[in-house]
């Protein structure tokens, strides 16, 4: 029986209580910002910028495994922005990146999306997904610092769960989730049918009692200090957050 059960009055084991704890707003829909980037809310006027930097993927190998695109001209591109921007659930955000000399403020290239799904204040659940990042953005710190700060408000804002979910057979998601502090919990199979092909989803996810040991890791990993005069790091953050790993897959 896990630590925090606890037993009824018909000798039956329960999950823990929770006093105190109340349901979560849903994410506000402004911005946040970084020091290598800003995170905010999609708006058509990124739609150009997106559409050069998703240029720079030259085969269309990353909407392999997202459920929409490559798109072939501009138009169903925007067509799709605009969508995005519209939905509720997921709530999208585009990625702007910036030198990292100053407050990003409102400027930046816009250089990738990620969104909010799932919303569910009522569990204090909620998921991070549609990741989409550009070349300009993949592999930087800015990338690993648009994770970090919109974890960092899910659980300010107090939820309880944060997932993260992708097909099994991609293999850099999920290397990306173990590295960023969600720990496998399981694969669904047969879970979704995408671009007429079947979908088994390997689930993650972190939780709020990991939070604390995450912000530690992430503020240790974007330091200053934490990178050489050539941008290259001196500590890796899978070396942070892998004791904070309760499993791996």
Known sequence: MSDTAQVNEFGQPIGARLPGWTAPPEPPKIAVHGRFCSVQ???????????????????????????????????????????SIASHDPQFYVVNVHDGSADAGQGGVPAGVAAYLRITPAMGVIEVGHIHFSPLLQHTPAATEAMYLMMRRVFELGYRRYEWKCDTLNAPSRRAAER?????????RQAIVTKGRNRDTAWYACVDQEWPALDAAYQHWLASSNFDEQGRQRESLS???DPILVARG
Not at 60 to 71: D, I, Q, V
Not at 180 to 188: A, H, M, N, R
């Open 41 to 83: 809310p999609l708006t058509l006027a990124d739609a150009p910028a997106l559409w050069e930097a998703y240029q720079r993927d030259v085969d269309g190998r990353n909407w392999t495994y997202l459920a929409y695109g490559p798109y072939s001209a501009f138009e169903p591109f925007e067509q799709w922005i605009a969508q």
């Open 239 to 241: 070396s942070l957050t």
């Open 180 to 188: 960023l502090g969600f720990s496998y919990e399981g694969i669904f």
